[in-house]
């Protein structure tokens, strides 16, 4: 039986200090959930309809209030004012399409003004998708980055090869630039459409065949990569 080679891939090392000062959270903000609960309040006013066609319309509008804080996040504000029609159009007019959960929590009735306590979850997902096809929010519209990467162990060169090729095809890299080479040592200059955070996340998911990697993020935009050939696993009859 021929031996097989183990891939082996290190997880992203984040350092204390990057933990405490909030690298994790910045990277949550410029990377919406896919799904978020808002607490939100929802108002009509109590006509011929009575009580009961005051409270469904104050659910509706408290859902349309989760629906755009949400829409508020997952867009810069300049796409937000650019677009606003067709947000309106696409978005806050089918905002209820949107609500994977909701549940009134309290209600208000002062005078013909109805007030309804709303807690609703909003699917992000399914707003990016419904942006996208109306062609509302691109794949670029997220901020661009310029990341120092100090890769070591580049004098394996059959290695540091293979880790580029992989670089240049993650999504959201734009642009792989040599900075600096140094003997087993190659500074990269890397272009990329995300937050560090993110970029950090999508080298612990990236799969290598034939090399390992450990990776350590040493500042908000630096890192370092250090470089190993895979081992072949003995493997016993």
């Known amino acids: 039986m021929n031996p097989r080679r183990r891939i082996t891939c290190w997880g992203i090392v984040l350092t204390l200090s990057l933990i405490i000062t909030g690298a994790i959270d910045a990277a949550a903000q410029s990377s919406p959930p896919a799904s978020k609960t808002y607490l939100v309040v929802g108002t009509s006013l109590?006509?011929?309809g009575g009580l009961n066609?005051?409270?469904?319309?104050?659910?509706a509008n408290g859902k349309r209030v989760a629906v755009e804080q949400m829409t508020a996040e997952l867009l810069p504000l300049e796409l937000l004012v650019q677009h606003f029609s067709d947000i309106n159009t696409v978005i806050y007019n089918?905002?209820?399409?949107?609500?994977?959960?909701?549940?009134?929590?309290?209600e208000v009735n002062e005078g013909n003004h109805y007030r309804i306590l709303v807690q609703a979850?909003?699917?992000?997902?399914?707003?990016?998708?419904?942006l996208r096809a109306a062609g509302i929010l691109l794949a670029d519209a997220r901020p661009a980055v310029n990341l120092s990467l100090t890769v070591m162990g580049?004098?394996?060169l059959s290695s540091f090869v293979l880790f580029?090729?992989?670089?240049?095809?993650m999504e959201g890299v734009e642009a792989v630039q040599i900075?600096?080479?140094?003997p087993n040592q190659t500074t990269l200059s890397v272009g990329y459409r995300g937050s560090a955070g993110a970029f950090a996340e999508a080298l612990l998911r990236e799969q290598h065949d034939g090399f390992t990697t450990r990776v350590y993020q040493e500042s908000d935009k630096s890192f370092r990569i250090d470089l190993a050939p895979a081992e072949p696993v003995q493997q016993q009859d």
């Open 46 to 48: 109590v006509q011929k």
């Open 53 to 59: 066609a005051a409270k469904e319309l104050a659910i």
């Open 94 to 106: 089918q905002a209820d399409k949107f609500i994977q959960f909701y549940k009134m929590l309290n």
């Open 121 to 130: 979850k909003v699917s992000g997902r399914m707003i990016q998708d419904k």
């Open 154 to 156: 580049t004098d394996n």
């Open 164 to 169: 580029r090729s992989s670089l240049n095809k």
């Open 179 to 182: 900075r600096e080479i140094l």
